[in-house]
């Protein structure tokens, strides 16, 4: 069965805070692919990061990063420096091969100015 | 590029009528993906197209609902009749795949639908 977990209903911080966002997949196939998109007060839904599961290099883009680690099966997403722009839902999905997504039911975060 | 372009923005309709939702997927891309969301449920896969062709309509919630892709531009998702129980965020996605590989998907604004 294809699962992903995300633990944090709902993540509240202050300005300038860092923040992680968990991440837990299950999946048996050895080829899949890893997202997280974000959903900002206004509704879209916004692609933010994809990754295989072949590629285990941890990602930087500015004020976010990703860290993907198979041992634990878990794309934990830190968000640096927060802002208040940063408040969203925020969804992990797996894709197992070329199948749709599967979303987390995803984390709300808050950041308090 | 565009984007994902969906229609209406938002629909408010009344039970027992038939809603139309359209979308427009980006060009080139091969794949489209009708989502709903709700509170309850959150985002959940309805139907999936590869190269216009229904791949699994195993989420479509029962035969009130359909989709068609008539071709690559293009796509529509029926209600009818609607229910006031199928008020949500309908969203549409689309994205490029091929073989075993997989590119992310691009979601449009979405469509809130209100049934009264």
């Known amino acids: 069965a294809q699962k992903v977990t995300q633990a944090q209903t709902e993540i509240s911080v202050v300005e300038k805070e860092d923040v992680t966002l968990d991440c837990v997949y299950e999946?048996?196939?050895?080829?899949?692919?890893l997202f997280w998109y974000k959903q900002p007060p206004s509704g879209e839904l916004v692609f933010l990061i994809r990754r295989n599961s072949f590629d285990e290099q941890n990602e930087i883009s500015g004020r976010y990063s990703w860290n993907f680690q198979k041992s634990t099966s878990s794309f934990n997403f830190t968000i640096t420096a927060s802002q208040v722009v940063d408040s969203a839902v925020y969804f992990c999905?797996?894709?197992?091969?070329?199948?749709?997504?599967?979303f987390g039911k995803g984390t709300r975060l808050s950041v308090i100015a | 590029d565009a984007g994902v372009i969906q229609s209406p923005r938002h629909e408010v309709t009344e039970m027992g009528q038939e809603v139309t939702l359209r979308c427009k997927p980006i060009s080139g891309h091969n794949s489209l993906f009708w989502y709903r969301q709700t509170m309850m449920r959150g985002l959940e896969l309805l139907i999936y197209f590869n190269n216009n062709v229904p791949i699994d309509d195993s989420g479509m919630p029962e035969d009130r609902f359909s989709a068609k892709m008539p071709n690559a531009s293009f796509s529509t998702l029926k209600i009818q009749p609607s229910e006031p129980r199928d008020s949500a965020v309908y969203f549409c996605?689309?994205?490029?795949?091929?073989?075993?590989?997989?590119?992310?998907?691009?979601f449009g604004p979405g469509t809130r639908l209100t049934v009264t």
């Open positions: 996605a689309s994205s490029w795949a091929s073989g075993r590989s997989s590119y992310e998907q691009y």
């Open positions: 999946t048996r196939d050895t080829t899949y692919y």
């Open positions: 999905a797996l894709m197992p091969g070329n199948t749709p997504l599967v």
